[in-house]
């Protein structure tokens, strides 16, 4: 008896002497964030560092509201950018399980409207293919000067980018890619093709993300939007998690800032699920703690079947005109719309008006950070941006 009471005693002490450490290591990385914070190119930020059994540090920092003098917190809600586009990733494993589609399909097996290469008529483009970003479609500039919608019609106090069109404007996603990727279509132009056939070149492209999407919606006869609520948000309980305003409390949506003083009017994307979901650190640190549960054989959303082709590379050099190697390149390497760094960090960054976003883990640490701001970078609010990241990675085995 006295043993198990030594025991549990020692227990109690180690645990409360990692607490306090813990907290001293939490609250010197706050200071830190907060020194970084007060150059003020920046105007509200929140991170997050995880692991597959919970979260170690998360906070937010500056302003989601500069006039209404409102905090940017944890809990502050904005679209992620790019980092949308590893959700298609899981949906499309989750899509494959139900046994509606195979990532191996060609992608005219389930569209509504044909879409080919015109420079390789006879080279069908796959789903992998669009999942690894090399099915040779480009993103042409209509996808820049359609695809922003404002949400509303009038904007006084806010900036409107030169790109943002009117709420009248708004097309249904299958519309809007229609109208680039199929032949007689309005925007369609043979040079929104690569002149290099399917499969054979890395080619980073927004619209191909949005295809893969809408491949989801016709595979299982459910909007894309509903399927990953179903299959990811929900068992995820990521309740602040949406891709439209209308699926989220706005209430808790951080403005956006062209820089440390000019508001951007807000604005959906007609190709949401490429960039558009709206969430949280603390709700994106749940997802990364999936993903990191995952790639562990651990994970409770898809198979462990499917979590290792989530994150199989499947590319090779022969794929790249050019590889670089940094170590937060999520472009060196794809999984299924999953990047894979040269070092080993695994996830997605993410970047557009007002938004500016990171996420990674380490595959060997099993340690994973975000970073979600809510200001255009220019060139010291890049600098700020970095400074921020790296902090996050000089405390990440320290908590």
Same mark, same amino acid.
């Given at each position: 008896m006295k043993k198990i009471i030594i025991t549990l005693i020692l227990n109690i002490l180690v645990s409360t002497i990692y607490c306090q450490t813990n907290d001293s290591t939490s609250i010197k990385l706050t200071q830190e964030l907060e020194k970084i914070y007060a150059r003020e190119y920046i105007n509200g930020f929140s991170v997050a560092i995880v692991n597959q059994d919970g979260v170690l540090y998360e906070k937010g920092f500056g302003y989601s509201n500069i006039k209404a003098?409102?905090?940017?917190?944890? &809990?502050?809600?904005? &679209? #992620?950018?790019?980092?949308?586009? $590893?959700? #298609?990733?899981?949906?499309?494993?989750?899509?494959?399980?139900?046994?509606? @589609?195979?990532?191996?399909?060609?992608?005219? =097996?389930?569209?509504?409207?044909?879409?080919?290469?015109?420079?390789?008529?006879?080279?069908?483009?796959?789903?992998?293919?669009?999942?690894?970003?090399?099915?040779?479609? =480009?993103?042409?500039?209509?996808?820049?000067? &359609?695809?922003?919608i404002l949400k509303e019609a009038e904007n006084k106090e806010a900036k409107v980018n030169r790109n943002f069109r009117s709420p009248s404007e708004k097309m249904v996603l299958d519309e809007f890619l229609k109208n680039i990727l199929s032949q007689d279509e309005k925007w369609y132009k043979k040079n929104n093709f690569l002149k290099i056939k399917p499969g054979a070149i890395f080619e980073y492209s927004n619209v191909a993300a949005g295809l893969a999407a809408l491949i989801i919606e016709k595979a299982t006869n459910q909007s894309f939007n509903k399927f990953t609520n179903e299959y990811i948000l929900k068992p995820l309980e990521m309740f602040d998690t949406g891709w439209s305003f209308?699926?989220?409390?706005?209430?808790?949506?951080? =403005? @956006?800032?062209? &820089?440390?003083?000019?508001?951007?009017?807000?604005?959906? @994307?007609?190709?949401?699920?490429?960039?558009?979901?709206? $969430?949280?650190?603390?709700?994106l640190g749940k997802y990364l703690i999936e993903l990191i549960a995952g790639y562990s054989s651990n994970g409770k959303i898809l198979t462990n079947e499917s979590y290792k082709k989530l994150f199989k590379p499947y590319?090779?050099?022969?794929?790249?005109?050019?590889?670089?190697?940094?170590?937060?390149?999520?472009?060196?390497?794809?999984?299924?719309?999953? +990047? #894979?760094?040269? =070092?080993?960090?695994?996830?997605?960054? +993410?970047?557009?008006?007002?938004?500016?976003?990171?996420?990674?883990f380490n595959s060997e640490t099993k340690i994973g950070k975000l970073l979600i701001v809510n200001t255009d970078l220019k060139k010291e609010g890049i600098k700020e941006f970095i400074d921020i990241w790296k902090k996050l990675e000089e405390y990440e085995t320290k908590l």
């Open positions: 003098n409102k905090k940017y917190t944890n &809990n502050t809600i904005q &679209n #992620i950018a790019s980092i949308s586009k $590893t959700f #298609i990733g899981i949906a499309l494993l989750k899509a494959q399980e139900l046994g509606k @589609l195979n990532l191996e399909d060609p992608i005219n =097996k389930y569209l509504p409207f044909d879409v080919s290469n015109p420079h390789f008529p006879n080279e069908q483009i796959t789903i992998r293919q669009l999942a690894t970003h090399t099915s040779s479609i =480009k993103d042409p500039s209509r996808y820049e000067k &359609n695809g922003y209308t699926e989220v409390d706005f209430s808790k949506h951080s =403005k @956006l800032y062209l &820089n440390n003083e000019t508001e951007l009017a807000f604005y959906q @994307l007609a190709n949401y699920p490429d960039g558009g979901l709206i $969430t949280s650190s603390t709700d590319l090779t050099d022969k794929n790249f005109k050019e590889r670089n190697e940094s170590v937060y390149n999520d472009e060196y390497n794809m999984g299924v719309f999953m +990047g #894979i760094s040269a =070092k080993g960090q695994i996830g997605h960054t +993410g970047g557009d008006p007002g938004v500016a976003t990171h996420m990674f």
